[in-house]
C-alpha cells in the first residue's frame, strides 16, 4: 500500500466513523428529516447544510479551527449522495454555484 493509498484509506475511515457517530446521536435526520420548521426533501435540506459549510470556509477559510467543518462538508457530500437514492430525496439535478468560493 503506498503512503497516498494508506491516507485515503484512513480518510475515509475517519469520515466514516464520524458519520456513524452522527448518525447515532441524531439518528437519520439528515435522510429521514422530521420537517418541523422545514418541508425541505431531505436532498435539498442536505444541500442547506452543504452551503452553510461552504459559507464558513468562504468566511473562515480552511485552518486547524476549521478542519471539522472540511470533515463535515465531506459527510454531507456522503449523505448527499444517499439521500439521491432515496425515495424522498426529491433533488435529482441539483445546481452548484460556486462564485466566490476560494481555497
Known amino acids: 500500500m503506498t503512503t497516498i493509498t494508506a491516507k485515503i484509506a484512513t480518510t475515509c475511515e475517519d469520515i466514516?466513523?464520524?458519520l456513524l457517530e452522527k448518525n447515532a446521536k441524531y439518528g437519520n435526520s439528515a435522510v429521514e428529516p422530521i420537517n418541523v420548521f422545514s418541508k425541505q426533501d431531505n436532498a435539498a435540506a442536505i444541500c442547506a447544510r452543504i452551503d452553510d459549510k461552504l459559507s464558513r470556509i468562504k468566511n473562515s477559510g480552511l485552518n486547524?479551527?476549521?478542519?471539522?467543518t472540511l470533515d463535515d462538508l465531506i459527510?454531507?457530500?456522503v449523505l448527499l449522495k444517499i439521500a439521491?437514492?432515496?425515495p424522498n430525496g426529491a433533488q435529482k439535478?441539483?445546481?452548484v454555484d460556486l462564485k466566490g468560493v476560494t481555497c
Open 16 to 18: 466514516k466513523t464520524l
Open 64 to 68: 486547524d479551527a476549521t478542519e471539522d
Open 84 to 86: 439521491r437514492g432515496e
Open 93 to 95: 439535478h441539483i445546481k
Open 75 to 77: 459527510g454531507y457530500l
